[in-house]
């Protein structure tokens, strides 16, 4: 029968109560002009004889829920380069070469151009079948599996088959295909590989695995998917709903999604990290292929060198994005379906069968004579722990041989994502999950020091309907000055062994506090590895009420001892 699908949002409160799911579709639109640069800065190292960068000049795209318009595009080069090669691949990607003959030690480029780029959110209608009917030659190539997207392999072939068991529409299929994908990846950047099956058995990934398994299990069902990759920008919009609002915000850097072939739509994009039948108009679309392999063309460096040369090149990436323009008119509604994790998705008027899900069992409850006989022994460390630690991401790129004196470097997808979050107009706390009873000894937060002065320490406090409640406890003081100027983040220890600070299972919220004019970043991963929909809040210093929830989350660490 007829059903609209939720913004398939599932903001589950893991309390000790049962939880519940809470999916919401969402309606409105983006509208933004965009002036982009791209500036590419490359010291070529020792004994380098020849050197070529190439780019994709982005197209013009139109699909149901996303359209970008390019314009105004201009290439500069410091020095010039002594060739320029255009030409046009196979998927319709326009790659322009610049080479370099004998190249200076410092070459600089910038590329810029204006992206008007709007995303509609309007309900969308669809009557394909599934399976498919037969598909079209020219679309034949996005149904093949590839190294890195293995839809071949006889387990995503058999989870495909298995989730889209007695499924009629192609809607259903995919809707439960990318559910499935959201529900059992969690984000880490870097993994140790980027296919489809590592991110199939591992249920770890970066942008990359989510659009790679995405991929593979839709071709597995004969549907036809395509890579996108691009840049995302980092400014934040809102998406109001009955209780407040949830602020989504990307890191600024390369990104990798998906485009789904519908008979009666065209080629629609998902981003199988949180979003179905669309992106946000903070995404910008360049190159596609057939897998990440294949798209490599956008800011890839190839050169001749002695194999022993003492340096090696070196390629530094930094976006600049002037919103001339941002209008955002986005308002979830909720519904009682779908998958456990976060997954927008506009209202669609489509045969489907409406995902359920199974509130997880309650936390275990104990008597205080139990609590008195508890005997802390177990080490214990628990939180959302992978993040790049150490990074430089000023310049993340590796180098590979390509074969003899030949060598590349292709461009990557680790991105900075962290929050200004010593500022004085908002406070942030991220939620922590205990399953079993814990005295905490310390709190290290995944942080990078930018400047200031003054002093830091870690709240406590207690769950109070999903949102921070009365204080437990505060760590010692750390100054500002002890945490790591150097590139990159790393753990920052908070001590709570003086507290003697002993939680039973159940939800607490951690928050950073300061004093003075500290210039602290907090790293996050996209979604939600570790904790619930709305495990991450913020509001402003004058508010009492922390309305505000964030799309991903904090990187924390909780260490001490718990029971057997």
Not at 487 to 510: K, Q
Request: hydrophobic content about 40%.
């Amino acid at each position: 029968m007829e059903k609209r699908v939720a913004m398939i949002l599932c903001l589950i409160l893991l309390t000790a109560a049962p939880a519940l799911a809470e999916n919401y579709t969402v309606r409105g639109g983006m509208g933004a002009e965009i002036r982009y640069e791209m500036r590419e800065t490359i010291s070529t190292g020792t004994g380098v004889r020849k050197a070529s960068l190439s780019f994709v000049i982005p197209r013009n795209f139109e699909s149901p829920t996303f359209r970008q318009e390019i314009r105004d595009v201009d290439i500069s080069f410091m020095p010039s380069p002594d060739e320029q090669r255009k030409s046009e691949d196979g998927r319709g990607n326009r790659i322009q070469t610049a080479v370099w003959n004998s190249p200076p030690g410092l070459i600089d480029v910038r590329t810029s151009f204006t992206a008007a780029n709007a995303t509609g959110l309007e309900t969308i209608e669809t009557k394909a079948p599934f399976p498919l009917a037969k598909v079209s030659r020219e679309l034949q190539d996005y149904l093949g599996a590839t190294e890195q997207v293995q839809s071949d392999d006889s387990r995503i072939r058999s989870l495909s088959a298995e989730l889209t068991k007695g499924v009629t529409t192609e809607f259903d299929a995919v809707q439960r295909l990318i559910s499935w994908v959201v529900d059992h990846v969690s984000y880490v950047s870097p993994p140790e590989q980027y296919d489809a099956v590592y991110a199939l058995g591992s249920g770890k990934g970066n942008c990359q695995n989510f659009s790679h398994l995405g991929a593979a299990l839709l071709r597995a069902a004969g549907i036809p998917t395509r890579i996108v990759n691009g840049i995302t920008l980092n400014r934040p919009f809102d998406v109001a709903w009955q209780q407040g609002v949830m602020t989504f915000k990307m890191g600024q850097g390369r990104h990798s999604w998906i485009e789904v072939w519908f008979p009666d739509l065209g080629w629609v994009p998902f981003d199988p990290q949180n979003s179905v039948l669309f992106v946000s108009n903070r995404f910008i679309r360049v190159e596609v292929g057939i897998d990440n392999n294949e798209t490599k063309n956008d800011g890839l460096l190839t050169w001749t060198q002695d194999r022993n040369a003492a340096a090696k090149p070196t390629l530094q990436e930094a976006v600049n994005a002037d919103f001339q323009k941002d209008e955002v008119r986005i308002q979830g509604e909720r519904e009682t379906f779908g998958p456990r994790n976060l997954l927008l998705s506009p209202r669609v008027r489509a045969s489907f069968q409406p995902l359920e899900i199974k509130p997880p069992p309650p936390l275990p409850a104990y008597t205080e004579k139990e609590k008195r006989a508890f005997r802390f022994d177990t080490p214990l460390v628990y939180g959302n722990l992978a993040f790049p630690e150490e990074v430089d991401f000023a310049f993340p790129r590796v180098t590979s041989s390509a074969g003899g004196d030949a060598f590349e470097m292709r461009r990557n997808f680790l991105v900075e994502t962290a929050e200004y979050v010593t500022t004085n107009l908002t406070q942030y706390a991220q939620v922590v999950i205990l399953q079993k009873p814990a005295r905490v000894e310390k709190v290290s937060l995944a942080l990078h020091n930018f400047g200031g002065e003054g002093s830091l320490w870690v709240d406590i406090f207690e769950d109070r309907d999903g949102k921070p409640g009365p204080p437990i406890a505060a760590s010692s003081i750390v100054s500002v000055a002890d945490i790591s100027s150097r590139p990159g983040y790393r753990w920052a220890d908070f001590d709570f062994g003086r507290e003697n600070t002993v939680l039973m299972p159940g939800a607490y919220w951690i928050a950073l506090g300061f004093s003075g004019n500290p210039i602290v970043n907090w790293f996050y991963s996209y979604g939600k590895p570790v904790g619930p929909v709305h495990g991450t809040r913020y509001k402003g210093v004058f508010q009492r009420d922390w309305s505000g929830a964030l799309n991903y989350e904090f990187n924390y660490r909780i260490v001490g001892q718990t029971v057997k």
